[in-house]
């Protein structure tokens, strides 16, 4: 098949979306927004770098969704690629079947924030476009190679078993990526342990060996693990019950505390946003300056813990919108984990580029990347594949 892949990430009322072709530099991507409001658009980049920007008013995601496809026609994608947040049991990249469909839908309750959005947009691509083959692609699946004593929780066994309560994990395609770059960049694709770190507003860390997540901090839901920019991060479970009981708060208050609230935006009391935390600590402000403690801290603590899912340590990436730009945040973090061998050469974190990928290591002891993340690349990979495969059956299925 043709390599033009159109991947489709769509929000509550936004739909992220990027025409993935085999050179980087030729990408098509954008966003439409404000879905169903009167000030709804699409901003993007097209051929050449050239920016984008149409009004389409009260817009539903069927109605972008047409407008982005009418406007993309000429590059004639072969297939549709979707992001998925959660695959519950799905262990890999899935060509869209009334089945596959349904064990989305099923998995809604795991992810009641993304699944339905995920579903709106997949249900108006197949009504709009029946005749491309369209792929569901996993934040979870990466994960499912974990063993059962990184997933398991230690609750009743009935919880899981009846209800699917278990460790998941997000940001799988980052993982994958980063993880497979870096490997195949230190001479040995898909060998050896490897840390990463995805970090932005949605934060998470992982173990890979051989090519596979053997750890990730996330949990059943996106909100366990390290300190995010508005997200708690571990939290004592017992915290939901102190606040019912002592703040009469009920539990979607509770949620949207942990989820919307916290995280450096909770402990700044200022921002969300790591580069406005940063230039209020320089100023002097005390909140800011513990909040980025406590981040690179905690940070630090789920990388060592996730070191034990390795039998040795390759190295180290950092990646994601902090991870690719903060020099100093990934200075702060690695200054936490002394005992890991793990040599940072300051002017190389300095002076590395945005955007660009590169060890920031001494060359002694475990290597440190900093590799941007590429996300879209990776599901249409995924996609390009699951086709390509379907594909390959059909043909063998009529020879027979």
Same mark, same amino acid.
């Given at each position: 098949?043709?390599?033009?892949?159109?991947?489709?990430?769509? &929000?509550?009322?936004?739909? +992220?979306? !990027?025409?993935?072709?085999?050179?980087r530099e030729?990408?098509?991507?954008?966003?439409?927004?404000?879905?169903? !409001?009167? %000030?709804?658009?699409?901003?993007?980049?097209?051929?050449?770098?050239?920016?984008?920007?149409?009004?389409?008013?009260?817009?539903?995601?069927?109605?972008?969704?047409?407008?982005?496809?009418?406007r993309?026609?000429?590059?004639?994608?072969?297939?549709?690629?979707?992001?998925?947040?959660? =695959?519950?049991?799905?262990? +890999?990249?899935?060509?869209?079947?009334?089945?596959?469909?349904?064990? /989305?839908?099923?998995?809604t309750?795991?992810?009641?924030?993304?699944?339905?959005?995920?579903? /709106?947009?997949?249900?108006?691509?197949?009504?709009?476009?029946?005749?491309?083959?369209?792929?569901?692609?996993?934040?979870?699946?990466?994960?499912?190679?974990?063993?059962?004593?990184?997933?398991?929780?230690?609750?009743?066994?009935?919880?899981?078993?009846?209800?699917?309560?278990?460790?998941?994990?997000?940001?799988?395609?980052?993982?994958?990526?980063?993880? %497979?770059?870096?490997?195949?960049?230190?001479?040995?694709?898909?060998?050896?342990?490897?840390?990463?770190?995805?970090? &932005?507003?949605?934060?998470?860390?992982?173990?890979?060996?051989?090519?596979?997540?053997?750890?990730?901090?996330?949990?059943?839901?996106?909100?366990?693990?390290?300190?995010?920019?508005?997200?708690?991060?571990?939290?004592?479970?017992?915290?939901?019950?102190?606040?019912?009981?002592?703040?009469?708060?009920?539990?979607?208050?509770?949620?949207?505390?942990?989820?919307?609230?916290?995280?450096?935006?909770?402990?700044?009391?200022?921002?969300?946003?790591?580069?406005?935390?940063?230039?209020?600590?320089k100023?002097?402000?005390? %909140?800011?300056?513990?909040?980025?403690?406590?981040?690179?801290?905690?940070?630090?603590?789920s990388l060592?813990?996730?070191?034990?899912?390795?039998?040795?340590?390759?190295?180290?990436?950092?990646?994601?919108?902090?991870?690719?730009?903060?020099?100093? /945040?990934?200075?702060?973090?690695?200054?936490?984990?002394?005992?890991? =061998?793990?040599?940072?050469?300051?002017?190389?974190?300095?002076?590395? +580029?945005?955007?660009?990928?590169?060890?920031?290591?001494?060359?002694?002891?475990?290597?440190?990347w900093?590799?941007?993340?590429?996300?879209?690349?990776? /599901? !249409?990979?995924?996609?390009?594949?699951v086709?390509?495969?379907?594909?390959?059956?059909?043909?063998?299925?009529?020879?027979?």
């Amino acid at each position: 098949m043709a390599t033009s892949v159109l991947v489709i990430n769509c &929000g509550s009322s936004s739909i +992220k979306y !990027a025409l993935v072709s085999e050179r980087r530099e030729d990408r098509i991507y954008g966003l439409a927004e404000n879905l169903g !409001a009167a %000030d709804a658009r699409i901003k993007g980049i097209t051929v050449g770098g050239e920016p984008l920007e149409l009004s389409i008013p009260y817009a539903d995601h069927a109605k972008a969704l047409e407008t982005l496809l009418a406007r993309l026609a000429n590059y004639k994608p072969q297939a549709i690629g979707h992001r998925v947040v959660h =695959g519950g049991s799905l262990t +890999k990249a899935e060509l869209l079947t009334p089945e596959i469909i349904e064990r /989305i839908r099923a998995a809604t309750p795991l992810a009641p924030l993304h699944n339905p959005a995920h579903l /709106i947009g997949i249900d108006a691509t197949v009504r709009l476009f029946p005749e491309l083959p369209q792929v569901a692609v996993f934040d979870t699946a990466f994960h499912q190679t974990m063993p059962p004593h990184a997933y398991r929780y230690a609750i009743p066994k009935f919880l899981y078993t009846d209800h699917n309560v278990r460790r998941y994990g997000f940001h799988g395609t980052s993982h994958a990526y980063v993880s %497979d770059k870096a490997s195949e960049l230190a001479g040995n694709l898909k060998k050896g342990g490897w840390l990463t770190a995805h970090l &932005g507003n949605g934060s998470s860390t992982c173990a890979v060996w051989n090519g596979q997540s053997v750890d990730t901090s996330m949990g059943l839901t996106p909100l366990e693990g390290v300190v995010m920019g508005t997200r708690s991060g571990d939290v004592d479970p017992s915290l939901h019950s102190f606040l019912a009981k002592n703040l009469g708060w009920d539990l979607a208050k509770i949620d949207k505390v942990l989820n919307n609230e916290s995280g450096l935006l909770g402990l700044s009391q200022l921002s969300n946003d790591m580069r406005t935390v940063i230039e209020a600590a320089k100023n002097g402000n005390e %909140d800011a300056s513990l909040a980025i403690e406590v981040f690179s801290y905690r940070l630090a603590k789920s990388l060592a813990a996730l070191s034990c899912g390795l039998p040795t340590l390759d190295g180290l990436i950092f990646t994601g919108g902090i991870g690719e730009n903060s020099a100093y /945040i990934r200075e702060k973090t690695l200054a936490y984990l002394p005992h890991f =061998g793990l040599q940072l050469d300051k002017d190389q974190n300095n002076n590395l +580029k945005r955007g660009t990928e590169g060890r920031i290591d001494n060359g002694n002891g475990p290597q440190i990347w900093v590799i941007p993340t590429d996300e879209e690349g990776r /599901i !249409a990979k995924e996609t390009r594949q699951v086709v390509e495969a379907a594909e390959n059956t059909a043909s063998v299925a009529s020879l027979v």
